[in-house]
């Protein structure tokens, strides 16, 4: 069993690790050095470059595309083989890009260690590279060390330190020596300090217990190597259609080779046939149309301060079904805000948001002038001169240098017109007992009235009482009574019930030649004034993210290293999902079965350590979810990385947490990943509607074909104009369908089941009912054409039939329910414009002379653009009329499997 380090005292520590305070000899180290490695976090071997670069090709698509390249070659058509592998050759350099990004992470991971350490080693301090410690080695450190290895304190003089990126508590840590009680999370062991940590403040000596790997960074180094990524929901959705396609094609050219050779055809013609079938068939804009458009909602999500990081985490954020955030500054300002007051009896409420110095004070609902109330103005005046904070302001923007607590108490004095810099200029600092996580309190001298000395003092609320002889009351001191205790501490532990925390002030006269200061000047003589309530406040733009995610059908649950009962408060004044409250200690007793079983009953996770979140996202996930997890520290690297997407804060995300993560939140603010989940659902509509488009062309085209083979023993196109088809009127086309501006009912819409793709039973319906119509007009229009004209213009008659559905189809392709009307029809001015010049080259592949070379074209007169327009119409018209009367004729298994409730 692993010994649980913060049980023991230091002595006992040093004893079991086999060392001393004086540390180890060199002689031990060396054979320390050997028995457990060297003090490294340490990456699995990566493939060759070239290894990951080839991995891009395996994919079912990919075959397609690579045999419609072949095809192409094969019947000299150079130019559409280039485009074809050009296209494929992009989509593999941004996945190798992608592939890369874990060891990235694990880079950002490393640049963590401290490069030197002061040791004891044969009873001296040298510094020697920090790769070097060993278990059993005491260390020193001092204000603005990195911490070098996990460590139990051994002796320790006022000693805090950061620990925000293996915990997430943005706040310092005041540590100590003792001996701490079982069963408590990482974020409580005060004892301990860990391997990448910064020390703010004091000094200490400890001794190494684990180093390297077994570190709970390496713990984490080592989460993050071993996660798969996992196919995203647009990934698997494109291979299923890639295997459509593939079996598609297979039969056809199967169909077409028993038709030819019932015709009579030799095998060359059924070999051109055959050609022709497989260029229908394979989309092959579809990956550069794909890219386009996720492309597109990356500068989209940009704009609203959501940075895509990998392409199909755009597509991703659209299906999620559950968001975990962090607390601390995404779903709460991280600006600790004086809430409410309490003097001389009374409770004052104030308003104001952050460090902002605008703010009002009431008393029982009624505004309140803080002149007036001279115990109000003195409490103020306490919080902010015994105080090392500093408020700034610039460009509307106010941000705090120093502790978040202190400055809290500043920007409340600010809101009441009470300027730090001018109360320090008439009342300056003399003399000052610092804060100690011993003394609990803050200590400054002043000058007083009338040549006198006056003692500010600001701490816990228990030990100030403790220091307090008197009570202000209005403007007078009064001795203090058990029953103003009882007031006080009511009124202290009212707060603390709304997650506050609370400081008390407390003041004291001394004579005028007082220089100097110290505790017994203030011992049993302060006059306590009264308490500060202060929080970091939910979000507004927050609130409303939440309600639009419950309309969504989107889980939010909050994460946090903060204690349960504030963690409970945050999630009442969010409105949170209603759930049950769960502990890391709590956690930490369940196994992954019991996990899964019950994780959908939970809304709030408090006290959580380090890799507790990666097995929240698991969990999630082994219960059918798509799963979004936020986090800004090295301890979220897994979770964000195991989740479906993974979303790091740009301001207070660690290097680590972003190299992992899908996508970086410019603003670190939770309103931004309700709005980028909103793109990611409008960007998988305008896919869907892109699949629909290319897809129902590709198969009218095949049947067209088929039709015209077995009725009439010719192709109603040649290969070359079934890719000018493909390649340019559909990518015109479709291209701008991704570009398609939002509806706006994206967020009214149910999260779609994560087994629901691109293609779904409706879908499927709708692209069969299109394909259909097309493929009976063209073999219609060619059949007509070729009784009454030449081969030649038959074949342009049927092309110039074959676009004019193109133009029109991408009006109808827009929305599956909405009219064109509805929609507007110059909504979409990139599909206005795009469209327009696909008619300027389609005129020039008709009538240009050197492009009706290539393309086999020949002029034809109005009479015949009039029925391909005709027949183009009459299908626009067929389906805007469907959309009026039968809105959800093809909304089968849209958002969940059919046959799921």
Same mark, same amino acid.
């Given at each position: 069993?692993?010994?649980?380090?913060?049980?023991?005292?230091?002595?006992?520590?040093?004893?079991?690790?086999?060392?001393?305070?004086?540390?180890?000899?060199?002689?031990?180290?060396?054979?320390?050095?050997?028995?457990?490695?060297?003090?490294?976090?340490?990456?699995?071997?990566?493939?060759?470059?070239?290894?990951?670069?080839?991995?891009?090709?395996?994919?079912?698509?990919?075959?397609?595309?690579?045999?419609?390249?072949?095809?192409?070659?094969?019947?000299?058509? #150079?130019?559409?083989?280039?485009?074809?592998?050009?296209?494929?050759? /992009?989509?593999?350099?941004?996945?190798?890009?992608?592939?890369?990004?874990?060891?990235?992470?694990?880079?950002?991971?490393?640049?963590?260690?401290?490069?030197?350490?002061?040791?004891?080693?044969?009873?001296?301090?040298?510094?020697?590279?920090?790769?070097?410690?060993?278990?059993?080695?005491?260390?020193?450190?001092?204000?603005?060390?990195?911490?070098?290895?996990?460590?139990?304190?051994?002796?320790?003089?006022?000693?805090?330190?950061?620990?925000?990126?293996?915990?997430?508590?943005?706040?310092?840590?005041?540590?100590?020596?003792?001996?701490?009680?079982?069963?408590?999370?990482?974020?409580?062991?005060?004892?301990?300090?860990?391997?990448?940590?910064?020390?703010?403040?004091?000094?200490?000596?400890?001794?190494?217990?684990?180093?390297?790997?077994?570190?709970?960074?390496?713990?984490?180094? &080592?989460?993050?190597?071993?996660?798969?990524?996992?196919?995203?929901?647009?990934?698997?959705?494109?291979?299923?259609?890639?295997?459509?396609?593939?079996?598609?094609?297979?039969?056809?050219?199967?169909?077409?080779?028993?038709?030819?050779?019932?015709?009579?055809?030799?095998?060359?013609?059924?070999?051109?046939?055959?050609?022709?079938?497989?260029?229908?068939?394979?989309?092959?804009?579809?990956?550069?149309?794909?890219?386009?458009?996720?492309?597109?909602?990356?500068?989209?999500?940009?704009?609203? &301060?959501?940075?895509?990081?990998?392409?199909?985490?755009?597509?991703?954020?659209?299906?999620?079904?559950?968001?975990?955030?962090?607390?601390?500054?995404?779903?709460?300002?991280?600006?600790?805000?004086?809430?409410?007051?309490?003097?001389?009896?009374?409770?004052? /409420?104030?308003?104001?948001?952050? #460090?902002?110095?605008?703010?009002?004070?009431?008393?029982?609902?009624?505004?309140?002038?803080?002149?007036?109330?001279?115990?109000?103005?003195?409490?103020?005046?306490?919080?902010?001169?015994?105080?090392?904070?500093?408020?700034?302001?610039?460009?509307?923007?106010?941000?705090?240098?120093?502790?978040?607590? @202190?400055?809290?108490?500043?920007?409340?004095?600010?809101? =009441?017109?009470?300027?730090?810099?001018?109360?320090?200029?008439?009342?300056?600092?003399?003399?000052?007992?610092?804060?100690?996580?011993?003394?609990?309190?803050?200590?400054?001298?002043?000058?007083?009235?009338?040549?006198?000395?006056?003692?500010? /003092?600001?701490?816990?609320?228990?030990?100030?009482?403790?220091?307090?002889?008197?009570?202000?009351?209005?403007?007078?001191?009064?001795?203090?009574?058990?029953?103003?205790?009882?007031?006080?501490?009511?009124?202290?532990?009212?707060?603390?019930?709304?997650?506050?925390?609370?400081?008390?002030?407390?003041?004291?006269?001394?004579?005028?030649?007082?220089?100097?200061?110290?505790?017994?000047?203030?011992?049993?003589?302060?006059?306590?004034?009264?308490?500060?309530?202060?929080?970091?406040?939910?979000? @507004?733009?927050?609130?409303?993210?939440?309600?639009?995610?419950?309309?969504?059908?989107?889980?939010?649950?909050?994460?946090?290293?903060?204690?349960?009962?504030?963690?409970?408060?945050?999630?009442?004044?969010?409105?949170? =999902?209603?759930?049950? /409250?769960?502990?890391?200690?709590?956690?930490?007793?369940?196994?992954?079965?019991?996990?899964?079983?019950?994780?959908?009953?939970?809304?709030?996770?408090?006290?959580?350590?380090?890799?507790?979140?990666?097995?929240?996202?698991?969990?999630?996930?082994?219960?059918?979810?798509?799963?979004?997890?936020?986090?800004?520290?090295?301890?979220?690297?897994?979770?964000?990385?195991?989740?479906?997407?993974?979303?790091?804060?740009?301001?207070?995300?660690?290097?680590?947490?972003?190299?992992?993560?899908?996508?970086?939140?410019?603003?670190?603010?939770?309103?931004?990943?309700?709005?980028?989940?909103?793109?990611?659902?409008?960007?998988?509509?305008?896919?869907?509607?892109?699949?629909?488009?290319?897809?129902?062309?590709?198969?009218?085209?095949?049947?067209?074909?088929?039709?015209?083979?077995?009725?009439?023993?010719?192709?109603?196109?040649?290969?070359?104009?079934?890719?000018?088809?493909?390649?340019?009127?559909?990518?015109?086309?479709?291209?701008?369908?991704?570009?398609?501006?939002?509806?706006?009912?994206?967020?009214?819409?149910?999260?779609?089941?994560?087994?629901?793709?691109?293609?779904?039973?409706?879908?499927?319906?709708?692209?069969?009912?299109?394909?259909?119509?097309?493929?009976?007009?063209?073999?219609?229009?060619?059949?007509?054409?070729?009784?009454?004209?030449?081969?030649?213009?038959?074949?342009?008659?049927?092309?110039c039939t074959m676009v004019t559905f193109e133009w029109f189809r991408s009006f109808n392709a827009r929305s599956d329910e909405y009219t064109a009307i509805r929609l507007g029809l110059m909504r979409n001015r990139w599909l206005v414009i795009t469209i327009s010049a696909a008619?300027?080259?389609?005129?020039?592949?008709? #009538?240009?002379?050197?492009?009706?070379?290539?393309?086999?074209?020949?002029?034809?007169?109005?009479?015949?653009?009039?029925?391909?327009?005709?027949?183009?119409?009459?299908?626009?018209?067929?389906?805007?009329?469907?959309?009026?009367?039968?809105?959800?004729?093809?909304?089968?298994?849209?958002?969940?499997?059919?046959?799921?409730?």
């Amino acid at each position: 069993m692993t010994k649980q380090w913060h049980n023991l005292n230091p002595d006992e520590a040093l004893l079991a690790l086999g060392s001393s305070r004086t540390g180890l000899s060199s002689a031990q180290a060396s054979e320390r050095l050997q028995q457990y490695g060297t003090n490294e976090l340490k990456g699995k071997r990566k493939p060759p470059p070239i290894l990951v670069f080839l991995r891009q090709f395996l994919s079912p698509l990919i075959y397609v595309l690579l045999a419609a390249a072949v095809v192409s070659i094969t019947v000299e058509h #150079y130019v559409d083989a280039w485009v074809i592998l050009g296209v494929l050759i /992009v989509n593999a350099v941004i996945g190798f890009m992608q592939e890369t990004r874990a060891e990235k992470a694990m880079e950002a991971l490393l640049q963590m260690a401290a490069p030197r350490a002061k040791v004891r080693r044969d009873g001296f301090a040298r510094q020697i590279p920090s790769r070097e410690i060993v278990p059993g080695d005491v260390f020193l450190l001092e204000t603005g060390d990195r911490v070098p290895a996990d460590a139990r304190l051994v002796e320790v003089s006022n000693l805090k330190t950061n620990e925000a990126a293996l915990t997430g508590e943005s706040m310092p840590v005041d540590k100590h020596s003792e001996a701490l009680a079982d069963a408590i999370s990482i974020a409580d062991r005060k004892n301990t300090v860990y391997l990448g940590t910064v020390v703010t403040y004091g000094r200490a000596t400890a001794v190494a217990v684990t180093t390297g790997m077994s570190t709970e960074i390496g713990k984490i180094a &080592n989460a993050i190597q071993e996660i798969r990524p996992e196919k995203t929901p647009l990934q698997k959705s494109l291979g299923k259609l890639s295997k459509f396609i593939l079996v598609l094609v297979l039969g056809i050219v199967a169909i077409l080779t028993v038709a030819g050779l019932a015709r009579g055809l030799d095998w060359l013609e059924i070999f051109f046939l055959a050609v022709a079938a497989s260029v229908s068939a394979i989309p092959e804009g579809l990956p550069a149309v794909v890219t386009v458009v996720l492309a597109s909602g990356m500068q989209i999500m940009a704009r609203r &301060n959501a940075v895509i990081r990998r392409l199909a985490a755009v597509e991703t954020l659209g299906s999620t079904t559950i968001i975990c955030s962090d607390k601390t500054g995404t779903l709460t300002l991280n600006e600790m805000t004086v809430r409410s007051l309490f003097v001389a009896g009374k409770y004052i /409420v104030v308003t104001g948001e952050g #460090y902002e110095p605008h703010g009002q004070f009431y008393i029982d609902g009624r505004l309140v002038e803080v002149p007036d109330y001279p115990a109000l103005r003195l409490h103020l005046q306490i919080g902010a001169l015994c105080n090392d904070a500093l408020l700034t302001c610039e460009d509307n923007f106010c941000s705090i240098y120093g502790d978040p607590t @202190e400055g809290a108490l500043v920007a409340v004095a600010a809101k =009441a017109g009470m300027d730090k810099e001018g109360l320090e200029k008439s009342f300056p600092r003399l003399d000052e007992i610092p804060f100690q996580s011993e003394r609990q309190y803050m200590a400054t001298l002043h000058p007083g009235v009338e040549s006198s000395r006056r003692v500010y /003092v600001k701490g816990a609320v228990e030990r100030v009482l403790a220091l307090s002889g008197y009570l202000l009351s209005s403007d007078t001191a009064l001795p203090l009574a058990e029953k103003d205790i009882q007031t006080i501490m009511q009124a202290n532990n009212q707060m603390a019930e709304q997650a506050m925390r609370v400081i008390a002030t407390a003041y004291t006269e001394l004579p005028a030649e007082t220089e100097g200061l110290d505790e017994r000047h203030i011992k049993g003589n302060l006059v306590f004034v009264g308490l500060a309530g202060m929080a970091d406040p939910p979000r @507004e733009e927050a609130r409303e993210a939440v309600k639009k995610c419950k309309q969504a059908g989107i889980k939010v649950v909050m994460i946090t290293g903060d204690n349960k009962i504030t963690a409970e408060s945050i999630a009442r004044q969010l409105n949170l =999902a209603p759930g049950k /409250v769960i502990t890391g200690v709590e956690l930490q007793q369940m196994d992954d079965e019991a996990l899964s079983r019950q994780i959908e009953e939970f809304s709030v996770f408090a006290r959580i350590e380090p890799l507790h979140k990666l097995r929240l996202v698991n969990a999630f996930k082994s219960r059918g979810h798509i799963v979004a997890m936020t986090g800004d520290g090295v301890n979220d690297a897994p979770a964000l990385k195991s989740a479906n997407i993974g979303i790091a804060m740009g301001i207070t995300g660690t290097d680590v947490a972003k190299e992992a993560c899908d996508m970086i939140l410019a603003d670190d603010n939770f309103a931004s990943v309700v709005a980028a989940v909103e793109e990611g659902r409008a960007i998988f509509n305008r896919l869907r509607n892109v699949v629909f488009f290319l897809a129902s062309t590709n198969i009218g085209e095949l049947l067209g074909l088929i039709l015209s083979v077995g009725f009439i023993g010719k192709a109603p196109l040649l290969p070359l104009q079934i890719i000018w088809v493909n390649l340019v009127t559909d990518t015109a086309a479709g291209v701008p369908l991704g570009l398609e501006p939002k509806f706006g009912d994206e967020l009214k819409q149910p999260p779609r089941h994560p087994r629901v793709g691109l293609l779904f039973p409706g879908l499927l319906l709708r692209i069969a009912f299109m394909a259909t119509l097309m493929g009976i007009g063209i073999y219609l229009v060619f059949s007509w054409a070729q009784a009454r004209m030449s081969l030649a213009e038959a074949r342009t008659v049927a092309f110039c039939t074959m676009v004019t559905f193109e133009w029109f189809r991408s009006f109808n392709a827009r929305s599956d329910e909405y009219t064109a009307i509805r929609l507007g029809l110059m909504r979409n001015r990139w599909l206005v414009i795009t469209i327009s010049a696909a008619i300027l080259l389609q005129l020039a592949a008709v #009538y240009v002379p050197f492009m009706q070379i290539a393309f086999g074209t020949v002029p034809i007169g109005a009479d015949r653009w009039g029925i391909a327009f005709l027949a183009g119409g009459s299908l626009f018209l067929i389906e805007e009329s469907r959309k009026i009367f039968f809105p959800r004729l093809f909304s089968l298994g849209k958002w969940k499997p059919v046959g799921r409730r």
